[in-house]
């Protein structure tokens, strides 16, 4: 019993001296804590200044926020983060006529993800137009937020749930994640025994949590570019998507011809400097 009594004892002593056994001041909200007499069979009679109940709530947040954190950051090892734009924030994205609503519904997403539950947007458009970007720039805006985000594009979710070893870890990740972004939907068809592989992830998902995605097709053309690799399968897909997501078109003239002329212009200036 003896190493017990002093293992209460040490357990006594570093809650006295934590908490202190004279009177004192609540940082938080200024109210007078004054300490109590307690007993105990191992120490006897001792003084300790009780906890407030707000210093007691924000140590339970810290805690709560800790054990997010790290739960996040696990997840977040199942992202694939280098396939995100660089430097892709809300703030810099220059909205026109045919992109200022999907840019809207974007960022009302990642102000208000607990109003929206379980539902999705799925972004699609022509190449260009930034859906990559608002993807991106929502990951980011989330993750400040405390909410962890899984990255990836449709054909690197195949791949990895493909994978003979660590397939469940991306499964569980795929699964966990407080948002599914999944990316390129419909730029490559997926085989026959691939597609089981992207319905396990959406259905694992489905009327729980929250998926986004991106594309260059509508759902009209996602469900043809299926169908014709494997009847059916392309249906499905289109049901599941408009049953979780609000669907959100980009329209407008591509920016990357635009963004070829700045790096030329860039460049010249540079040159010039030379001259």
Known sequence: MEPIRQSLHQVVKNCIEKQGSSERNCPHCGKVLKPIELFSEVIGKFQVTPVCKCEAEREMADIKRFERAKRNG?????SDDDQMVIGATLTEYETETGTIRGFQVIQDFTR?????????IYLFGENGLGKSHLLSAATKELRNHGISVVYTTAKLLIAHTRKPIGKWDY??????????????????????WEMGELFTVLNGRQNRSPILYGSNFTVKELESRFNERQKGWGTRLMERIIESSVLEELTGDSRRFDLHIENTEQLNRRLMKHD
């Open 74 to 78: 696990e997840i977040h090892e199942y």
């Open 171 to 192: 499964l569980n990740a795929y699964r966990a994640a407080d948002v599914l972004i999944i990316d390129e939907l419909g730029a490559e068809i997926p085989a026959d």
């Open 112 to 120: 208000g993800i607990e109003e929206w539950g379980a539902k999705g």
